[in-house]
């Protein structure tokens, strides 16, 4: 069975930075793409950034460049976001997503996160 584990989110003030955490259990991420996805309150999931099996990042989406960076550890079979800079319309939840047939549509519960003075 497919899991994913999201850590790292929180409320933090404009300006401040987190470090998301997506852990997967049930299914060995090494050769797959994995990317990061926002949710604001009210919205449809959004592509935030890709990384790729070798851990090159394929793309950032436009709000997100240069403020987050996507990683992964594949020994850990996890992926990460960094996020510096946050701002308020960053709220919302976060998913990361395996980019296989099989577990695609899994995405978990996500991470929370809040940007509030």
């Known amino acids: 069975q497919v899991h994913l584990e999201y850590s790292g989110g929180g409320l933090v003030q404009p300006g401040g930075s987190l470090n998301l955490s997506c852990t997967v259990s049930g299914f060995a991420i090494s050769q797959y793409l994995m990317s990061w996805y926002h949710r604001a309150p009210g919205a449809e999931r959004e592509l935030v950034a890709s990384?790729?099996?070798?851990?090159?990042?394929?793309h950032y989406s436009d709000s997100a460049y240069g403020r987050f960076t996507i990683m992964r550890d594949n020994a850990k079979n996890a992926a990460y976001l960094q996020m510096n800079n946050l701002k308020s319309e960053d709220t919302g939840t976060y998913y990361c997503?395996?980019?296989?047939?099989?577990?695609?549509?899994?995405w978990g519960n996500g991470t929370l996160v809040t940007v509030s003075s």
């Open positions: 997503r395996i980019h296989s047939a099989f577990a695609a549509n899994i």
């Open positions: 990384i790729n099996s070798w851990a090159e990042p394929t």
